[in-house]
């Protein structure tokens, strides 16, 4: 298992449907994500097959990442989950 933490991985896995799992207000796990676009002890967001979730909070870690599977750990105050079916093109 890997620890990792502020920006030491922004990298990307391949994927479909998404499941998140939020373990009350210390952690939560996304399974079948494509990319970690950023990643600090008070915002990380993870980029889906179909949305973007941002988790806000703070001493936030990323504390294990495999193919699909992501673990965030930290005081989480708030998680957001952007719809790109939703969205206008301008």
Known sequence: ?????????LGEVTGTASNINIYGTKKVVIESFKKILECNESLI????????????????????????????????DRIEIDDKKNKTVR
Do not use: P, Q
């Open 1 to 9: 298992m890997k620890h990792l933490k502020h920006n030491s991985f």
């Open 45 to 76: 967001i993870i980029k889906t097959c179909d949305s973007r979730i941002s988790i806000w909070g703070n001493e936030l870690v990323l504390t294990s990442y495999s193919s699909g599977f992501a673990e965030i750990t930290g005081n989480i």
